[in-house]
C-alpha cells in the first residue's frame, strides 16, 4: 500500500490498495464527508448541487470504503501531473544532452519563455486582425496553444532553479491559494460589517 497523507483523521493512500484501510475509530461522517471535498477540491473538480448530494451519500458509507473512493480521486487526479512533469523531464534531460548545463543555457532556457510570450502576443495581434495587410489570421485555440507553449518552457526552465520544480509549484500555488482565500473572505466579512452598519 502506498504512503498516506492525513485528511483530518482519515488516512487516505497514496498508491495502490492491497489490504482494507483501518481509519480511527469513531471516525465520523462530517470527517469522511469532509475528506472527500478536499480531495476533489484538490483535484479541481467542481461541484454541483446534484453533485452535492452524492458526496453527502458517500460520506455516510464506512471509513474504509470511503478511504478507498478519495485515494481513487487523488490517484487519478496526480496521473495527469506526473505524465506532464515527466514529459517536462524528458525535455531538460534532452537538451542537458544536446546543449550542456552551462549558465549560458541556462540563460538560453529562460529566453525561451520570451520567446514564446513573444508569439502569444504575435498570435493575438492576428486573431484581433489588427495588421491590415494579413487581417485576421489566428483563432482563440491558437491563442490557447502559444500559452501552453509559455508554460510548458517556464517549466523547464524551472528545472535550472529547483530539485523538485514539481512540488514547488504545488507549494507556491497553494500559497497563493490560502492568500487569496483569506483576502476573499476579509471582503466578505467587510461586506457584511458594512451592511449590518
Known sequence: MGTTVNSPSLPIPDGPIDTEPLPAPGTGTATLHCALLNELSRAGVELGRYDHRIVDWFAHWDPATVAVVASFIRRASRHQERTLWEHVGTVVDWLDASNGTSAHETSMRLLKVTEEAGEVAQVYIGMQGRNPRKGTTHTPGDVATELVDVILAAMVALHEFHDDPATLL????????????????????????????
Open 170 to 197: 504545488t507549494s507556491v500555488a497553494k500559497q497563493r491559494q490560502e492568500r487569496l482565500a483569506a483576502l476573499l473572505e476579509g471582503r466578505t466579512n467587510t461586506g457584511s460589517a458594512s451592511t449590518r452598519a
